[in-house]
Structure formats: structure tokens, C-alpha cells
């Protein structure tokens, strides 16, 4: 499974984006998909995660993002409302099982990143 993740951009706090996640193959429904994301200097961190269990989020993001997906179209969603400059990293998407979770060890294909920078 190959994955292309897009929208990320330079914005304002206070403003919004979508980023996308499109995958290869034919059962992308099966799957288990997440964002990570990644700022200088410090580790990739968990954001958010659909799976089969239902949606979760990291405490930073919770009430802000909204994680969603379209299986016609092969395709997972971040809604990012109200950022803010600590929101600022490398943004990841990743494909797991049905039940994966917040730890990257769950996931076994991640897209190359798309980079969300938000100025104060």
C-alpha cells in the first residue's frame, strides 16, 4: 500500500486546514488509518486514528481536529480547526490493522509527510 498525503501549507493561528490521504489497493476499508506528526527536534507523536473501534485523538488536538475517511475513495481526511503555532510539524499518514492504535509500532505503510506551519 502506497500512501500520498497532501494540503499541508503556511497559515495564520486561528486558521484551518485539510490535509488528505490518499491510498493504494483495493481494501482500504480493512484498514486501520492514522495521523502522526513530527516537529524539530522532537519525536513523531500520535494525532489522531480511525479505525474500527471509532475515532481517537491526542489531548493536544482533541476538540480541534477531526479525523474522517471516504472508502470510495480511498481516501483519509485531517480537519484542523483553530491551529495554533505548536500545531506547526511534519504531518503522517499511516496504515495499520483494523484495531490500530496511537503507537507507531501498529502501522506498517506511511505516506512521505506534508508540512503545516502555523505563524503567530
Known sequence: VQLQAS????????DS????????????????????????GKEREFVAVINWSGKYYAESV?????????????TMYLQMNNLKPEDTAV???????????????????????TLVTVSS
Open 7 to 14: 494540503g499541508g501549507g503556511l497559515v495564520q493561528a486561528g
Open 17 to 40: 486546514l485539510r490535509l488528505s490521504c490518499v491510498a493504494s489497493g483495493r481494501a482500504f476499508r480493512n484498514y486501520g488509518m492514522a495521523w502522526f506528526r513530527q516537529a524539530p
Open 62 to 74: 482533541e476538540g480541534r481536529f477531526t479525523i474522517s475517511r471516504d472508502n470510495a475513495k480511498n
Open 91 to 113: 504531518y503522517y499518514c499511516a496504515k495499520g490493522g483494523a484495531y490500530s492504535n496511537r503507537y507507531p509500532g501498529s502501522y506498517d505503510s506511511w505516506g512521505q509527510g
